[in-house]
């Protein structure tokens, strides 16, 4: 049974940047060809907006066209984490922030981080 942690949510300015990190228990991340990070605005449903894949010639990376040249996702296998490094934050981007492999499976949802972009 894996356990995913997400944490590094915060409030910030727009413009501002933030680095959430996931860090996975119960199972390595490597086992995951997969890794996504979602977010769930209020009224909204969740939306994947990142997600990295491990192949042959290493990892490659998709966004959803809103974070593009924005958001960075990466990964570390060795510390069994996921990062997502998020730069010139929006208001649009305020979220509940999760991680979990793609395509997700309902139990390895954790408790998010809060991540809100405002004045």
């Known amino acids: 049974q894996v356990q995913l942690v997400e944490s590094g949510g915060a409030l910030v300015q727009p413009g501002g940047s933030l680095r959430l990190s996931c860090q996975a228990s119960?199972?390595?991340?490597?086992?995951?060809?997969?890794m996504g990070w979602y977010r769930q605005a209020p009224g909204k449903q969740r939306e994947l907006v990142a997600r990295?894949?491990?192949?042959?010639?290493?990892?490659?990376?998709t966004y959803v066209d809103s974070v593009k040249g924005r958001f960075t996702i990466s990964r570390d296998n060795a510390k069994n984490t996921v990062y997502l490094q998020m730069n010139e934050l929006e208001p649009e981007d305020t979220a509940i922030y999760y991680c979990?492999?793609?395509?997700?499976?309902?139990?390895?949802w954790g408790p998010g981080t809060q991540v809100t972009v405002s004045s």
């Open positions: 979990n492999k793609y395509p997700s499976a309902d139990a390895y």
């Open positions: 119960g199972r390595d991340i490597s086992d995951f060809w997969r």
């Open positions: 990295i894949t491990s192949v042959t010639n290493g990892d490659v990376p």
